[in-house]
């Protein structure tokens, strides 16, 4: 099989845009003295609690396409003027919302993406980071644990992440609501740069409802996609994308629920594909062969390949947004961001080899593997 990456040219302008952008977000850093950054870093909280105060209140969705006054406001939402004029105030000064005139505000383009009613929204991932779940495992749990070598999210809440979302539903659905929005913090336009055109089928392990192979299935009409996840999740995901895409696209999906720990549907012949998008990241290595050696039976006899879509950490000088999702997996499951030894070691231990690192207009890189 040959190199599957396309768009090169795309790709590599923005690696060297997201890089100007790094060094441009470190200059403060070197501009501001060393104690005062340290401050900055330490009360950073007071802006992302005050973010999600406004996200739940539903601010953004009140103001709509509007400019309002601060009265006005805390009337329609039934609060005090003076406290929302004050948050409204400091979110504003930070790039959140606008300040029209004097006690007057309205939605800028950042404070859009909070809107529920309005695509694309990352509404849902603000909250999820900000459940009590998750900052139970934060505030309370993080130092114990570095002590410890513990998950913070299961002290702080008595399982461990997914067997939790087992047991309580409204959590379940506002993380996989969260899950489903990522991919509107830097869009789709990633998709693009991997060639699908190899394959007959994709196989989308822990895919949630499906968006990214929807997302592909647009894009490339010759192949059809089977999305594999939770029952819980999969039992609706048809009902949910009925009216909202074509209806050809959708009759090229079919929806299999069950446990990737378990079982994995089967590869029909050599050109299907697993895809694995952001799973990885949130297993420990014991868990990770377990699912690798699930994906070895599941390719049997087939020669087919599997595609993983993650992070790939530097040894040094990592990329603080990698650092900081590195950070959120120790917090809440037993997972890591991998480095490429590591990822290497990893398919390695499972029977994979590494074929192919496809870089892409993302954060993360598609790793392409073949059984051993």
């Known amino acids: 099989m040959g190199k599957l990456a396309r768009n090169r040219?795309?790709?590599r302008m923005f690696r060297l845009l997201m890089g100007l952008a790094a060094r441009i977000?470190?200059?403060?850093?070197?501009?501001?003295p060393p104690a005062f950054r340290v401050m900055q870093i330490s009360t950073a909280f007071w802006?992302?609690?005050?973010?999600?105060?406004?996200?739940?209140?539903?601010?953004?969705?009140?103001?709509?396409?509007?400019?309002?006054?601060?009265?006005?406001?805390?009337?329609?939402?039934?609060?005090?003027?003076?406290?929302?004029?004050?948050?409204?105030?400091?979110?504003?000064?930070?790039?959140?919302?606008?300040?029209?005139?004097?006690?007057?505000?309205?939605?800028?383009?950042s404070s859009h993406y909070l809107r529920s009613e309005r695509s694309p929204s990352i509404?849902?991932?603000?909250?999820?980071h900000h459940s009590p779940e998750m900052t139970r495992a934060w505030n309370d749990w993080l130092e114990p644990c570095i002590r410890s070598g513990g998950v913070p999210f299961?002290?702080?809440n008595g399982h461990e992440l997914f067997e939790y979302m087992d047991r309580n539903r409204d959590f379940d659905l506002l993380f996989s609501r969260a899950m489903d929005s990522v991919e509107n913090l830097i869009g789709n336009a990633w998709l693009e740069d991997f060639n699908w055109g190899a394959f007959e089928r994709i196989i989308d392990v822990g895919g949630s409802r499906g968006g990214k192979a929807?997302?592909?299935?647009?894009?490339?009409?010759?192949?059809?996609?089977?999305v594999f996840d939770r029952p819980q999740l999969i039992d609706t995901a048809r009902d949910f994308w009925t009216g909202k895409i074509p209806e050809e696209i959708l009759e090229r999906v079919d929806f299999q629920a069950g446990d990737m720990f378990h079982a994995i549907p089967a590869a029909a012949s050599e050109r299907d594909?697993?895809?694995?998008?952001?799973?990885?990241?949130?297993?420990?290595?014991?868990?990770?062969?377990?699912?690798?050696?699930?994906?070895?039976?599941?390719?049997?006899?087939?020669?087919?390949?599997?595609?993983?879509?993650?992070?790939?950490?530097?040894?040094?000088?990592?990329?603080?947004?990698?650092a900081a999702f590195d950070m959120q997996m120790l917090v809440g499951t037993r997972g890591r961001e991998r480095t490429l030894a590591e990822w290497t070691a990893l398919l390695q231990d499972g029977g994979f080899r590494l074929v192919e690192v496809v870089e892409v207009r993302s954060f993360a890189k598609l790793l392409l593997a073949a059984p051993s």
């Open 9 to 11: 040219g795309r790709v």
């Open 25 to 32: 977000r470190n200059l403060p850093e070197k501009l501001t």
């Open 47 to 109: 802006q992302s609690r005050a973010l999600y105060t406004a996200t739940r209140l539903g601010l953004a969705d009140a103001l709509g396409d509007d400019r309002k006054d601060i009265a006005e406001l805390a009337d329609t939402l039934n609060l005090d003027a003076g406290h929302l004029y004050r948050l409204l105030r400091m979110l504003a000064a930070n790039g959140i919302f606008r300040q029209t005139a004097p006690r007057e505000f309205a939605n800028n383009d």
């Open 123 to 128: 509404r849902e991932l603000v909250l999820m």
């Open 154 to 156: 299961r002290e702080a």
């Open 214 to 226: 929807l997302a592909v299935l647009e894009a490339w009409p010759q192949l059809r996609a089977v």
């Open 273 to 322: 594909l697993f895809v694995l998008f952001a799973i990885f990241h949130g297993l420990s290595d014991g868990d990770g062969r377990r699912l690798l050696a699930n994906l070895r039976a599941a390719c049997g006899a087939r020669r087919s390949h599997v595609l993983i879509g993650d992070t790939v950490a530097d040894e040094r000088d990592i990329d603080p947004a990698i």
